[in-house]
């Protein structure tokens, strides 16, 4: 698959995305499909070939080799890769919808105004869009995740396995090719996911609370504003000149005698 053909039609999601948005996909091409694609092919190019059992019974390697790797890691973790990145597609096609739809609108209204002032703005269905393109991405990572340890049964990756299925005459030891770097690997690639997730969740509680914050903010404008059309606002505070200054310097016994002093020589004038 042409990785590169799907990062330049992916880096278009950047200047849509908040900068949580930005780390995960820098997270994903740099963490992930790089290390996928450079190191971690290469280390199960020979998986099948170099996995050897304790006997010469023809097909017994087979059988075991499948029982014990049902899918290959390489293959699972290029459908994740695929899956994850597909979401972003659709803030993409929401965009084009937008622009498409404002250029129609331009066109038949010659007074020069805009349907949508920034087709790109996480407004109104796009930011619905968003905010589901969010939720697949980390739900697709996650059950990826879930599905990995469900098939192998942990994210381990054991020197030998047992195995005593036909047509082997008996219980034999089959021996697993670059087992602790294959180990590693799998560790890495389990930890980006999960960083992955993590920062889709962020990105989530980011884009909540900020909808909230514009919430409650144009909630209070509008009470204010009502407030002032429906009551008849009076000087609250005294005039300026009615104001006493307080010498920072003296003690507050200095100051109440000052103003005692001061209040005496009002009521003699």
Known sequence: MNWSALQSLLSGVNKYSTAFGRVWLSMVFV???????VAA???WSDD???FICNTRQPGCSNVCYDSVFPISHIRLWALQLIFVTCPSLMVMAHVKYREDKDRKYIVSHTD???LYANPGKKRGGLWWTYMLSLVFKAGLDAGFLYLLH?????????????????PCPNTVDCYISR????RIFTLFMVVSSAVCVFMCICEMFYLICKRLQKFFRVRHTHEMEHFAQTHELNNIAPPRSQYRRVDPTLSSTQNLSREKTRDLATSKV
């Open 112 to 114: 020069g105004t805009h």
């Open 31 to 37: 963490f992930r499909v790089m290390v996928f694609v």
């Open 150 to 166: 469900h098939i192998y049964h942990g994210y381990d990756m054991p020197r030998l396995v047992k195995c005593s299925l036909e």
């Open 41 to 43: 092919q290469r280390v």
């Open 179 to 182: 087992p602790t770097e294959k």
């Open 48 to 50: 099948s070939k170099d």
